[in-house]
């Protein structure tokens, strides 16, 4: 393993632990924003299996900060390039997953809980779907944890705002609708009705 990376993803799960974030912006700390966002919403309304303490939520959306870590392996000719990939560009894409878990265990803050019940998780699974149709390991249903699946709506939404090397961004209602129509995979139907009936919240401010 390459010191640089270590190094990289030491100082970023020392700014998760911390709460303070160097650089407080970029697509893994739009996950982060995002997901505490939605776990405070669950949990206002009381979903049920989607209601967290204020401490869990926090914790869960900081270690969220470190789900791509994994593409630090990736090559950069994959993750930049501007036509669609080969299935085994794809294919090594995915692979970010185990690399993030991979580089979190080795990571010197792993006995960290925040590190090794959440951030871990996290990055091992959050391209899992409902319905099975995610990766790695087509997880599905009771097999994924609440605070995970609110994990993956987040990053879901959030690459859709982004501009991305073949597509530009899209608008925040317009990555909203993807998501209700299934675009993106299969999310939980509660928290899509809840966030939905409470966009007002934060949807408008979601960039």
């Given at each position: ?180 129509n299934g675009d993106c995979g299969k999310f939980n139907d509660r928290i899509l009705r809840c966030l939905d009936d409470n966009q007002n919240g934060w949807l408008q401010d979601a960039v």
């Amino acid at each position: 393993m390459h010191q640089q990376i270590r190094t990289k993803v030491n100082a970023m799960a020392k700014e998760a632990l911390t709460n303070q974030f160097q650089k407080p912006d970029g697509h893994a700390y739009q996950v982060r924003d995002l997901t505490f966002q939605f776990l405070k919403i669950t949990s206002l309304k009381h979903v049920p299996d989607f209601t967290f303490s204020p401490r869990e939520a926090r914790m869960v959306a900081n270690a969220a900060y470190l789900h791509d870590v994994g593409k630090l392996l990736t090559p950069k000719s994959i993750l930049y390039k501007r036509g669609a990939l080969t299935p085994a560009e794809r294919e090594k894409l995915q692979l970010h997953t185990m690399d993030g878990a991979m580089l979190l265990y080795f990571c010197s803050a792993y006995q960290e809980r925040l590190i090794q019940r959440y951030a871990f998780e996290i990055a091992l699974h959050h391209h899992e779907r409902i319905d099975g149709s995610g990766y790695p390991d087509g997880l599905k249903g009771l097999d994924l944890a609440p605070w995970l699946q609110i994990v993956s709506l987040a990053d879901a939404f959030a690459a859709l705002m982004e501009d991305r090397p073949y597509r530009p961004a899209h608008t925040s209602q317009v990555a909203w609708k993807m998501i209700l129509n299934g675009d993106c995979g299969k999310f939980n139907d509660r928290i899509l009705r809840c966030l939905d009936d409470n966009q007002n919240g934060w949807l408008q401010d979601a960039v």
